[in-house]
């Protein structure tokens, strides 16, 4: 595993080598593996609630399920987990589609919550503590989006902003498949 730096840079390319110790003003360090591949089972996920709790994605087997890596910073992301919402309001979790954003820079859960709360979110923002999971699934930029189907394999993956024509074909690829 290599050493790298989240700089910010939204829509840009976070990923740099690192020496062994943290540089002066850094404001992520982590170590990064490979990531999920499309077309595989998705890695193992666990994150907290900003309020307490957590959540697996292997709670959600059965569901299909939007993982988006994002920072609060950041406005792509914004903008896209503004687009979710709506999608979501309008289908609904009743054809079991669920949105699962995880913050990737680490940040506070206040900060996310009142970043939620700001842009009006329906669904609830998830911590990763020491940004493991971020770490664990190769992520080098925000926003980055898995799309895992209703039987947990990764059909895309997204890194940017998404376009809401492909994500609305994204998601109807990831219902389709299973009850």
């Known amino acids: 595993m290599a050493l790298t730096l989240l700089t910010a840079g939204c829509g840009a390319p976070m990923l740099s ?10 404001t992520f360090l982590r170590a990064r593996e490979a990531g999920p591949v499309i077309g595989a089972q998705a890695p193992a996920l666990t994150v907290q609630g900003t309020a307490g709790g957590s959540e697996t994605l292997a709670d959600l087997h059965g569901k299909g399920v939007i993982v988006t890596f994002f920072a609060s910073w ?14 979501m309001r309008k289908i609904c979790s009743c054809r079991g589609l669920v949105v699962l954003p995880v913050n990737a820079v680490d940040e506070p859960a206040q900060t996310l919550e009142a970043f939620r709360e700001k842009l009006g979110l329906t669904f609830p923002v998830y911590l990763d503590p020491g940004s493991t ?18 039987q947990g394999t990764i059909v895309a993956k997204r890194e940017g902003e998404v376009q809401t024509d492909d994500l609305n074909q994204l998601i109807n690829t990831i219902l389709k498949y299973g009850p």
């Open 133 to 150: 999971m971020t770490g664990r699934w190769g992520i080098q930029d925000v926003p980055t989006m898995f799309f895992v189907n209703r």
């Open 17 to 26: 080598t690192l020496p062994d110790r943290p540089l002066a003003g850094s």
């Open 74 to 87: 950041c406005p792509h992301c914004q903008h896209e987990l503004t687009a979710f919402d709506a999608i």
